[in-house]
């Protein structure tokens, strides 16, 4: 078993994703945090003033967003396949819906398609409704070959 496997299964046992997170230093930059409740995953971008790129209004900086949710759809395979690595983005198409807002941001996956080398994930974010996204995005990952 890898490292990558080693600590999805941890986090598995303890419930805590915080720590495979981690190993992401963009993730740490962002704060991005993953809390589990029951078989759903909740991706959370915490309220940071460096994540701001309109102070005036003020709102998230949209690159923030995308690598936000970019992250979440990642690791998201990282924690529901059992791949040895994690998987190499080859597509993201981001959909901004309406401004971010200087508040704590929330992100969901649903892996929507996925085949021996190829998985497509959708991700939404959104703040204080999940019914009224701020953001909805379309991520295509090549999956590492598992080994034998």
Known sequence: MNNLQS???KA?????????????????????????????????LPKRDQNLGNPILPAIHGGVIGGFMEIAAAFHLAIF?????LPRIVDFSLDYLRAGFHQETYAECRLTRQGNRV???SVSAWQKKKQEPIALARAHFLLPIKER
């Not at 589990?36 to 909740?42: A, I, K, M, S």
């Not at 396949?81 to 690595?85: K, N, Q, S, V, Y």
Request: charged share 20%.
């Open 119 to 121: 998985a497509n994930v």
């Open 12 to 44: 598995h046992q303890s419930g805590d994703y915080n720590q495979l997170l981690e190993t992401i230093p963009y993730a740490q930059t962002l704060g991005v945090r993953c809390e589990r409740f029951g078989n759903e995953v909740v991706f959370v």
């Open 81 to 85: 396949l059992e791949i040895d690595d």
């Open 7 to 9: 600590l999805v299964q």
